[in-house]
């Protein structure tokens, strides 16, 4: 059960684009497309953002969006804006009903 | 409106235990799967357990198995999660979440709780 690998960080202007990789195995990102979203602010219960690799529930911005390519996830935020800045976490299902985290990637909207 | 709320942290010693609790609301309990997902202090998410929506089934990660043991009693709407033979790594806020499928997972989390902190220390 590793953990899924994440930037520790990005950084990105008011109104540009980035995009947050989450690089996971054959046994959990490549074999399911099972893998969500979540962001985190300080001190705060995580919120889901994505599940199964690119769909958006209502009421999450569709500023986000999510895609998927063999074992590498990616969630892209388009249109920065200050309140998007925040710890951003990948998730995917594993094997034998487990499920595995990225170490998390922390947004600087600058 | 669901609501999640975790109860039972604190402060307690390597090798005791501890027994969390969350209480649901806003939704029919019965019919959803839960889990237990932690925080270590700055660090990132991890998964804890699952419990299927009629208690039926239960997995662990590797790093709780033997130890943990995540439970729900299903009329009064709670989860509760076993925590023995506590070590200084288990040191964390624990949410709970809940899976959104109903009587089947659909293998993400849509609603967490605020957390409990649970400090593992002499």
């Known amino acids: 059960q590793s953990a899924l690998t994440q930037p520790a960080s990005v950084s990105g202007s008011p109104g540009q684009s980035i995009t947050i990789p989450c690089t996971g195995t054959s046994s959990d990102v490549g074999s399911y497309n099972l893998v969500s979203w979540y962001q985190q602010h300080p001190g705060k219960a995580p919120k889901f953002l994505i599940y199964?690799?690119?769909k958006r529930p209502s009421g999450v911005s569709y500023r986000f969006s999510g895609s998927t390519s063999g074992n590498t996830a990616s969630l892209t935020i388009s249109g920065l804006q200050a309140e998007d800045e925040a710890d951003y976490y990948c998730?995917?299902?594993?094997?034998?009903?487990?499920?595995?985290f990225g170490g998390g990637t922390k947004l600087t909207v600058l | 409106q669901v609501h999640l709320v975790e109860s039972g942290g604190g402060v307690v010693q390597p090798g005791r235990s501890l027994r969390l609790s969350c209480a649901a609301s806003g939704f029919t309990f019965t019919s959803y799967g839960m889990h237990w997902v932690r925080q270590a202090p700055g660090k990132g998410l991890e998964w804890v357990a699952l419990?299927?929506?009629?208690?039926?089934?239960?997995y662990y990660a590797d790093s709780v198995k033997g130890r943990f043991t995540i439970s729900r009693d299903n009329s009064k709407n709670t989860l509760s999660l076993q925590m023995n033979s506590l070590r200084a790594e288990d040191t964390a806020v624990y949410y709970c979440?809940?899976?959104?499928?109903?009587?089947?997972?659909?293998?993400?989390?849509?609603?967490w709780g605020q957390g409990t902190l649970v400090t593992v220390s002499s």
């Open positions: 419990i299927s929506y009629d208690g039926t089934n239960k």
């Open positions: 998730c995917s299902y594993a094997r034998s009903s487990t499920w595995v």
């Open positions: 979440a809940r899976d959104p499928g109903w009587l089947q997972l659909r293998y993400y989390f849509d609603y």
């Open positions: 199964e690799g690119s």
